[in-house]
């Protein structure tokens, strides 16, 4: 069977000091079915990632590298990734990460519910059959916390909405004024969805197990967890009261109940 995304796909995936992981990542992702193509944004890692993929670009015309000067955060990683996507004819964009939490072998299923007419899949941990491998409980209390917030305050429908596993279909980011998202670091991805969500679009997800890091290490700062919140309290600005209730009646649709 041809995939409906046969060559249309983009995955991006943003990078700092990911040398451990990114090769065998990238031709993991090229070595599905469906011609899917990945853009590495790279941070000028000083650990020489964007040099590795460098050279895998040299060798697949299906493999890009996009190098920024220095580390400018995930979120701009991000809107680099969406302008060189829209700007080539693909028409599902991805978003993962380059630690393996993420694993390629879910990106079919991305794709797969993006192309019955779900405009933003999210490779979910909170959905039946997700789950989380390897986390502290401090971490698994920060997600949870953050994805509640995000749905009393916001009224988010998508259960895991920090999770930076995604596949937008191009009409999406087409739609969505990128320059006015605010957030350039991780709560990006709670903006967006807020952003997504609120433009009416149809948002869906996917059961996935995210496995905690074992190679490299991460680059969430306390910082960026101030950053969330403070970007949950502004957006709480904008969200109108019931938006709560109309994330609920949203929340079985995303499961296809
Ligand atoms: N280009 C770019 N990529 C970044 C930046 N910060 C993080 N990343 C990448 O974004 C992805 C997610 O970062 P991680 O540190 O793995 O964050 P996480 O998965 O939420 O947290 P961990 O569980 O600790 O791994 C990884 O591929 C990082 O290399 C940045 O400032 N610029
Ligand atoms: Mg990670």
Known sequence: MTADWHGQALVIVPTYNEKESITRLVGQIRGLAGDIHVLVVDDNSPDGTGGLVDGL???DTGIHVLHRAGKLGLGTAYKAGFAFGLARPYQF?????ADFSHSPESLPALLAKASTGYDL???SRYVPGGGVEGWPTSRKILSAGANLLAHLLLGVSIRDCTAGF????RHVL??????AIFSSGYSFLMEMAFYVQR???RCGEVPITFVNRTEGSSKISKTEIYKAFYTLLRLRTRALPWEWAVGKL???EAIGE
């Open 57 to 59: 670009a040299g060798a």
């Open 121 to 123: 899949v999210v490779g």
């Open 166 to 169: 995604r596949c937008y279909q």
């Open 250 to 252: 949203r929340r079985k």
């Open 93 to 97: 964009l991805c978003t993962m990460d």
């Open 199 to 201: 433009a009416g679009f």
């Open 174 to 179: 087409e739609a969505i004024d990128l320059d």
